[in-house]
Every structure is written in structure tokens, then in C-alpha cells.
T-cell receptor, first 116, second 114 residues
Framework: AQKITQTQPGMFVQEKEAVTLDCTYD???????LFWYKQPSSGEMIFLIY??????QNATEGRYSLNFQKARKSANLVISASQLGDSAMYFC?????????????FGTGTRLQVFP | DAMVIQNPRYQVTQFGKPVTLSCSQT?????MYWYQQKSSQAPKLLFH???????NEADTPDNFQSRRPNTSFCFLDIRSPGLGDAAMYLC?????????????FGQGTRLTVV
């Protein structure tokens, strides 16, 4: 069963507008972490933002914020004031487990294109 | 300064010829991951080391092996590469801080099989 689901293969947004990238997850573990990574065409994974399962407030990092709805098991990324340099693949990831079972798994990604 | 370094960035190998990809880290992290990422797909976890303990994913082919001689280095060995093994291979490291700990990625090695 898919643990991380990103239903938007591609998204378009105009420069300076806000965009929301969707992510839903599935876990029975009460303790987990949710991450968003950006992957430009060069290939490296760039960490953007983190949300812990016990965090009471939505995470924010500059122009990035996470709309965390625990009951719905969703962790959508909101990018405000989009820039041309935001064009990339965006991956939602979840870390769960402890010790040897601790691992980070990824969703299928959303390709974001920002146009002028 | 790069903290997770993968060498080489680009690797071309012949069908069936063993190839080794390397990953080194300066972060002294206990956990190291290897992911395979095919074009336009999600990174797929192949295996990871939790300190010295090796953890293989159930669906990782036997063709893929790994070695971790010390904390700083980790290797991915592909014993007999097939055309379907052409992909980007990503190495990542993480501390033992639990589910909230960020993973740091190298720049990846893009493997071509000819």
C-alpha cells in the first residue's frame, strides 16, 4: 500500500502567486515526521520543511509553510510568492519507525512550473 | 562545503560489468541510506545502515549489495548491471535523533548502462 500519496503529477503557477502541493500519508505509528524536499533538474535533494506528528502548530520556513491536518493525514506544502527558481520536482516524505526500522520514504512527487 | 559526497557524479558501465558507487560523509551520522531514482519517479529505498546494522528492503534485488567499512563511507555494489538499473542513485545520511531528524543528501550518481 502506498504510504505517501501525491496526486498532482504537475502544477503550474504564475510568478508571485501562491501554490499548494498536496500530500497525504498513511501510518499507524503515532510518532512520525513529515518532510518536503525540492529536487531541481540537477538532481540533488534540498530539504525545505519538517512537521512532526506531535507538533501543535503548522511548520513555516520563509516562503514555505505546511498545512498539517492530522485527522485527514495530510501535509500540504504551501509556497507563497512563487519565484521562477521554484520550478522543480517536489517530494513529500515520511520518516517513521525506530531503530533498525527507522526509514525515510518518498511520494511520487509533483513537478512545479512557475511562469512569468 | 559538501557534507555528503557521492562519487562519481556520472558513471557509465557495460551491461553485466560490476560497478561500485561510493558515498562519504563528514557529518558523523549513524544512519546511511541508498535510494534508486528512475526518471520522473520517486526515490526508492534500497537499503539502509543503522550504525553497523544493515537493513535490506524486501523488494531490493540480490544484484544490489552494500558495504559500510566505517561511519564515513558507504558503497553500493551492483554485481551485474542490467539496462533496467540505469537510474540516479542517491545517498543520504541522518543522525539518530528519531523521526524528526533531517536526512542530508548527496548530489547523486547518475548511472548509465550500455
Amino acid at each position: 500500500a502506498q504510504k505517501i500519496t501525491q496526486t498532482q503529477p504537475g502544477m503550474f503557477v504564475q510568478e508571485k502567486e501562491a501554490v499548494t502541493l498536496d500530500c497525504t500519508y498513511d501510518t499507524s505509528d503515532p510518532s512520525y515526521g513529515l518532510f518536503w524536499y525540492k529536487q531541481p533538474s540537477s538532481g540533488e535533494m534540498i530539504f525545505l520543511i519538517y512537521q512532526g506528528s506531535y507538533d501543535q502548530q503548522n511548520a513555516t520556513e520563509g516562503r514555505y509553510s505546511l498545512n498539517f491536518q492530522k485527522a485527514r493525514k495530510s501535509a500540504n506544502l504551501v509556497i507563497s510568492a512563487s519565484q521562477l527558481g521554484d520550478s522543480a520536482m517536489y517530494f513529500c516524505a515520511m520518516r517513521e519507525g525506530r531503530g533498525n526500522t527507522d526509514k525515510l520514504i518518498f511520494g511520487t512527487g509533483t513537478r512545479l512550473q512557475v511562469f512569468p | 562545503d559538501a557534507m555528503v559526497i557521492q562519487n562519481p557524479r556520472y558513471q557509465v558501465t557495460q551491461f553485466g560489468k560490476p560497478v561500485t558507487l561510493s558515498c562519504s560523509q563528514t557529518l558523523n551520522h549513524n544512519v546511511m541510506y541508498w535510494y534508486q531514482q528512475k526518471s520522473s519517479q520517486a526515490p526508492k529505498l534500497l537499503f539502509h545502515y543503522y550504525d553497523k546494522d544493515f537493513n535490506n528492503e524486501a523488494d531490493t534485488p540480490d544484484n544490489f549489495q552494500s558495504r559500510r567499512p566505517n561511519t564515513s563511507f558507504c558503497f553500493l555494489d551492483i554485481r551485474s548491471p542490467g539496462l533496467g538499473d540505469a537510474a540516479m542513485y542517491l545517498c543520504a545520511t541522518s543522525d539518530l535523533g528519531g523521526v524528526g531528524t533531517e536526512a542530508f543528501f548527496g548530489q547523486g550518481t547518475r548511472l548509465t548502462v550500455v
